[in-house]
């Protein structure tokens, strides 16, 4: 099987009541990136029952084709039935690249389609491009292959290549591309697909499913994001200070930008302060609120951060953001080498500024 | 029952970590246990007290470099380098799948070549009571008690089949060698046995601490449902779960698609751990079965198996084996202008392009950086208060000014 004959850029979409979940228009964008470069299709697929308005809603952000199966036996999740529908799709049509959302569900789903397919698998990224890539141990140029770009454990990104198989699979961390703006005049093909099921792929039963309840709390969607890290257990003189103290002027500022300015705003944490677990902090900084590696990538208009001193693992969760503000009386913090606007000062006398700033307005 | 752990020794450091053109080299640099395979410890540990059996801990990597993690968990060790504090009581065996073709394996290969080592290691013991069926057809009963006494010894046979333990003196073998049991029975027994074997439990963390990937769980699944012909499912990110003496079946609780799922499979199954499990307290009913399922215990010696041994094609395994390759990596880049309260010069008003000592300056922007420019200019500039020290205000006024309500796709 020649490696041209694979074209089109898949994504792998995840229907949520009669639409696709952001994180899957995400993908729609982060396709259309590439697939535009390349001069293919960007190709829906959805897996799942009742799944029209997520077809419509696909090609309303950007899909060319849906390639979908819409059966009741597929109606809940299950691993092993799923990696078989989606690489009958792919062995039938073969795309040229495959992405996937680097959630649950993705982490659950893609390693295994991926080894069955026999094609590599880039985990966690947070760009992708085309690029012609020079391999030197056989002194071959792979022309316009998709460089998948992630976070290096170090300082750094690295780009993962899947130079000689397809298709060439990638998933997406949330948050790293902004969906396109819906347009319900798109017209798409739809291709629907109609698996048989295989009774040994039902070895795993699904007994109960319960709805996560949803969250208030919408990170990812906030304009301005304000963050708090550990420096807010001291003052400027290195004195202690309730965090108690911290948490309510962020809140106070977040509640001000939002009133004032008439924009989304969200109170972010990292995971240093969240796992500190403090007493005072109960209930009010949970990990739903955590920016960083391990939680919430967020690519807002402004951010704000609070005595965070910016370790890799934060970077990775608010590099994107349009303007970043440090706030943090250490001025050798590693935030300041990344932050456009940098404030070398006590939190506790800045924080109550900008409050009566917004405050007169 | 067969309880394999997948493992992992990581860079104790992240500041360690040496790469040649962005592969690990991980015989470089000192490793330690996967922060993450503590919840695949303790999860085995738990199987093992509710269903009886053993432990196997298996790892790929550089023998120098998992020996110390492996030495470490033979039994719990109070102050260790290489492994967390971990409430269980060691693991009965421990396998390093080391060999020079191995290096540089990405995901892929790294899946592939652990399959390779659960199927080496299922097949031993298949092969042990193969050895053990033959010597009871072909060999007078004392013959085959002596060799069941040797595969026991050597920790590949349960309790209930042969056992030295004074609570296990009704073993199958002791009561063939009694001649309470026929041949046929003890076949027929063993038989049973090898069925049971396939009847195992993998167990994996939800990712690692350098790679951070999370797929080698559900690819080595995928890779051994290829090798053994049937599918071995594969269940990620389980925070919860239980296992059943009476049916063998496990009960699992995850969360995924938005949705909590409680869910059920057979064995053998694959489960990767996520980081906010706790053990159930395994349920006291069962102790008798649990002890004769048992092993006869914990193996000292750690066993290093190559790419041979483990049967592994070499055009599948390492840098050779892997379809993804690393490509260079690159800093975060720097933004590309930065002020600062207090320090950055600013221009606080806008200027058209402008003449001075017959050189032309601008066009300038209220908030541009003033910069390269002489300083007499710099000064006038001050004095006339165009330019200034960037401010509180001036930050508020440019962070928070121009923020308007755009309307985001949601």
């Given amino acids: 099987m020649s490696l041209e004959q694979y074209r089109d850029v898949w994504a792998y979409c995840v229907k949520e009541d009669d639409h696709i979940t952001r994180p899957s228009r995400e993908i729609l964008a982060a396709a259309r990136k590439v697939a535009d470069q390349l001069e293919q299709d960007v190709v829906a697929v959805l897996v799942g029952y009742g799944l029209n308005g997520a077809v419509d809603d696909a090609i309303a952000h950007g899909a060319d084709k849906v390639v979908y199966a819409d059966e009741p036996w597929l109606k809940s999740y299950q691993c092993l039935p799923y990696t078989r529908v989606i690489c009958e799709m792919v062995e039938k049509l073969k795309p040229y690249a495959f992405l996937f959302v680097a959630d649950e569900l993705g982490r659950d789903l893609s390693p295994r389609v991926a080894y069955r397919l026999n094609t590599g698998l880039a985990t966690d990224n947070i760009n992708l491009a085309v690029e012609d890539y020079y391999y030197g141990p056989t002194n071959t140029t792979y022309k316009k292959i998709i460089a998948q770009i992630r976070p290096d454990f170090a300082t750094r990104v690295a780009k993962i290549y899947t130079p000689r198989h397809r298709p060439q699979i990638a998933s997406i961390r949330p948050g790293n591309f902004d969906p396109l703006p819906p347009d319900p005049t798109r017209r798409g093909q739809k291709i629907r697909f109609t698996p048989q099921p295989h009774e040994e792929d039902f070895v795993v039963q699904v007994l109960e499913e319960t709805p996560v309840p949803k969250s208030t709390v919408d990170l990812e969607g906030a304009q301005v994001v304000v963050s708090l890290g550990l420096g807010i257990l001291r003052d400027g003189r290195g004195n202690p200070r309730n965090p108690r103290e911290g948490y309510e002027l962020g809140s106070k500022l977040v509640e001000l930008i939002r009133e004032k300015l008439g924009v989304k705003a969200e109170l972010g944490a990292t995971r240093a302060l969240i796992y500190a677990e403090l007493k005072e902090l109960e209930g009010l900084i949970t990990s739903e609120r955590q920016v960083g590696q391990t939680g919430k990538t967020v690519a807002p208009e402004v951010y704000i951060a609070v005595g965070i001193s910016g370790s890799v693992q934060h970077r990775v969760g608010m590099i994107r953001s349009k303007k970043i503000v440090a706030i943090n009386n250490d001025p050798q913090a590693p935030i300041f080498q990344l932050a456009h606007y940098g404030v070398k000062a006590d939190l506790y006398e800045v924080l109550p500024k900008m409050i009566e700033y917004l405050e007169k307005r | ?410």
């Avoid at chain 2, 080496?120 to 069941?148: F, I």
């Avoid at chain 2, 509180?392 to 985001?408: C, N, T, W």
């Fill in chain 2, 1 to 410: 029952m067969l309880i394999v752990c997948l493992l992992k020794g990581v860079p104790a450091k992240t500041t360690q970590v040496v790469t040649v053109s962005g592969v690990l080299k991980r015989e470089e640099m000192e490793l330690v246990l996967n922060p993450h395979d503590v919840k695949v410890l303790e999860a085995a540990y738990y199987v093992k007290r509710t269903m009886g059996g053993k432990i196997v801990g298996i790892s790929m990597g550089p023998e120098p470099k998992i020996a110390p993690i492996m030495n470490d968990l033979y039994q719990p060790v109070e102050e260790s380098r290489f492994v967390p504090h971990v409430s269980y009581e060691g693991l009965d065996e421990r396998i390093i799948l080391s060999d020079r073709k191995m290096a540089g394996a990405d995901t892929w290969a790294t899946s592939y070549t652990l399959a390779c080592g659960i199927k080496r290691y299922l097949e031993n013991h298949h092969r042990a009571v193969d050895m053990l069926l033959e010597s009871v057809k072909t060999k007078p009963a004392q013959e085959a008690y002596a060799d069941a006494e040797k595969l026991y010894s050597e920790n590949m046979l349960p309790n209930y089949i042969f056992s030295k333990l004074p609570t296990l003196r009704n073993s199958l073998m002791a009561r063939y060698l009694a001649g309470e049991v026929g041949k046929e029975e003890v076949v027929s027994e063993l038989e049973r046995h090898k069925q049971a074997l396939n009847k195992f439990i993998i167990l994996a963390g939800m990712k690692t601490s350098d790679g951070e990937t999370g797929n080698t769980g559900p690819q080595t699944a995928e890779a051994l449902s290829q090798m053994l012909g049937r599918l071995v499912p594969s269940i990620a990110f389980v925070k919860d779960f239980e296992i059943s003496p009476e049916t063998g079946h496990v009960i699992a609780v995850r969360k995924v698609g938005g949705v909590i799922q409680k869910l059920r499979t057979t064995l053998p199954c694959l489960l990767t751990i996520e980081a906010h499990y706790e053990p159930r307290v395994p349920s006291a009913s069962y102790q008798k079965t649990v002890r004769a399922n048992r092993y006869a215990g914990k193996m000292k010696k750690t066993l290093v198996w190559d790419a041979e041994y483990i049967g592994a094609d070499p055009q599948k395994i390492g840098f050779a084996g892997s379809p993804t390759i690393v490509g260079p990596g690159y800093e975060i880049g720097k933004p590309p202008t930065q002020k600062f309260v207090g320090e950055t010069l600013v221009f606080k008003k806008d200027f058209e392009k402008f003449e001075w000592n017959g050189k032309s300056y601008g066009p300038f922007k209220r908030g541009d950086n003033v910069n390269n420019l002489p300083e007499e200019l710099v000064k006038k500039l001050k004095e006339e208060q165009a330019v200034g020290v960037f401010t509180l205000e001036d930050l508020f006024e440019e962070v928070l000014g121009g923020l308007k309500v755009v309307a985001r796709a949601v």
